[in-house]
T-cell receptor, first 114, second 116 residues
Framework: AQSVTQLDSQVPVFEEAPVELRCNYS??????LFWYVQYPNQGLQLLLK??????LVKGINGFEAEFNKSQTSFHLRKPSVHISDTAEYFC????????????FGQGTELSVKP | NAGVMQNPRHLVRRRGQEARLRCSPM?????VYWYRQLPEEGLKFMVY????????ESGMPKERFSAEFPKEGPSILRIQQVVRGDSAAYFC??????????????FGQGTRLTVV
């Protein structure tokens, strides 16, 4: 069965600093990868997704992620964060053979300080 | 086009009561997924439904939980005889078809269930 590991439960960072949120997944023949953001008391919003093609994926709000098949990783990055990026970030994987089921990591709480 | 609508947003139930959570998918979406988020944890898949059919219920607890997605109306997640451990945020997502190159799942804002 697929699994997703987010290595950091909390990431504090100062405003305008770069950030990387780490995500590793268990290997599969074919896999779709996603990053979602959850603001307090809100639902999940899709930041970006990798389905195939270029391994560098650009998403909304200046975020990007790189798919690394050999390391089974899909780390999320932003070169300069804002206070408004403070939220919970979830990495998720979908095995194309399992329909629409998403397997989520436990989340990383990004806290941006002034 | 309204997003995925869940209601109620907050639900309080006493132990032993029934909880009914409703999810109206986005217009044109026939695939619905339910997830549960326990405090300090990520989302856990519960069930995947397509109109009138349960496709995958591998994440549903064996007892007290059921889900339906009738031909007309919203999808319903029903929890009978609730216990304190059922307190969580329940999220619904919908998609127009299976996840693929051109589709994604859109999430509702969730129903926060508190069992007292």
């Amino acid at each position: 069965a697929q699994s997703v590991t987010q290595l950091d439960s909390q990431v504090p960072v100062f405003e305008e600093a770069p950030v990387e949120l780490r995500c590793n997944y268990s290997s599969s023949v074919s896999v779709y990868l996603f990053w979602y953001v959850q603001y307090p008391n809100q639902g999940l919003q899709l930041l970006l997704k990798y389905l195939s093609g270029s391994t560098l994926v650009k998403g909304i709000n200046g975020f990007e992620a790189e798919f690394n098949k050999s390391q089974t990783s899909f780390h999320l990055r932003k070169p300069s964060v804002h206070i408004s990026d403070t939220a919970e970030y979830f990495c998720a994987v979908s095995d194309g053979n399992q329909g629409g089921k998403l397997i989520f990591g436990q989340g990383t709480e990004l806290s941006v300080k002034p | 086009n309204a997003g995925v609508m869940q209601n109620p947003r907050h639900l309080v139930r006493r132990r032993g009561q029934e909880a009914r959570l409703r999810c109206s998918p986005m217009k044109g979406h026939s695939h619905v997924y339910w997830y549960r988020q326990l405090p300090e944890e990520g989302l856990k898949f519960m069930v995947y439904l397509q109109k009138e059919n349960i496709i995958d219920e591998s994440g549903m607890p064996k007892e007290r939980f059921s889900a339906e997605f009738p031909k007309e109306g919203p999808s319903i997640l029903r929890i009978q005889q609730v216990v304190r451990g059922d307190s969580a945020a329940y999220f619904c997502a919908s998609s127009p078809s299976l996840l693929s190159m051109n589709t994604e799942a859109f999430f509702g804002q969730g129903t926060r269930l508190t069992v007292v």
